[in-house]
């Protein structure tokens, strides 16, 4: 089946500064990327996407960036602040239906 | 419009006892994520449901664990009987339609587990 891999698992930040996140992904086919924020004790929730037709999308202050032929995509916060503090998941979505297979996760702080 | 409601959000339970959970999903999705969620990790999908018919349940420990969703709209997942490693946070979601497309899923904000 699909593995997902997340690195790094925890990433410290001075605010102001930009926060970078990657993920590599095995299936070739795999055709949704998306990205979720979960704050402590709270739900995940859908930051941004992209399909496997586009190489970039941008909303304000978070991008992601899809490598098809590396079989790898990654978030990009600039000017961070101290409200993107949370856990933030990657996932993929495998040629099979709807299933999505997340990231371990990783750990954003962002020091004021 | 309301999100994805499940209930209760915590429980606690001693081992061998049953539990169950509960999940409205947002009005008109027709497609149900139950997932798992360990301490420090990512979800794992456990069943899904497009409409009432369970159409993966690859990762649900069947001797164990169970579902249902009678109607295509409440969910109920049950553990019985429960074990000391089944503590974590179960996560409903709920997308449009989940036959291949791009759909955003939504998720509820869990129930905490804990197993004595």
């Known amino acids: 089946g699909e593995n997902v891999e997340q690195h790094p698992s925890t990433l410290s930040v001075q605010e102001g500064d930009s926060a970078v996140i990657k993920c590599t992904y095995s299936d070739s086919a795999s055709n949704y990327f998306p990205w979720y924020k979960q704050e402590l004790g709270k739900r995940p929730q859908l930051i941004i996407d992209?399909?496997?037709?586009?190489g970039e999308k941008k909303d304000q202050r978070i991008a992601v960036t899809l490598n098809k032929t590396a079989k790898h995509f990654s978030l990009h916060i600039t000017e961070t602040q101290p409200e993107d503090s949370a856990v933030y998941f990657c996932?993929?979505?495998?040629?099979?239906?709807?299933?999505?297979?997340f990231g371990a996760g990783t750990i954003l702080r962002v020091k004021s | 419009e309301a999100g994805v409601v499940q209930s209760p959000r915590y429980k606690i339970i001693e081992k061998k006892q049953p539990v169950a959970f509960w999940c409205n999903p947002i009005?008109?999705?027709?497609?149900l994520y139950w997932y798992l969620q360990n301490l420090g990790q990512g979800p794992e999908l456990l069943i899904r449901?497009?409409?009432?018919?369970?159409?993966?349940d690859s990762q649900l420990p069947k001797d164990r664990f169970s579902a249902e969703r009678l109607k295509g709209v409440d969910s109920t997942l049950k553990i019985q009987p429960a074990e000391l490693g089944d503590s974590a946070v179960y996560l409903c979601a709920s997308s449009l339609d989940g036959r291949g497309g791009y759909n955003e899923q939504f998720f509820g904000p869990g129930t905490r587990l804990t197993v004595l």
């Open positions: 996932a993929v979505q495998g040629r099979y239906g709807n299933k999505l297979v």
């Open positions: 449901y497009e409409n009432e018919e369970a159409v993966d």
């Open positions: 009005s008109g999705h027709n497609t």
């Open positions: 992209i399909r496997s037709n586009v």
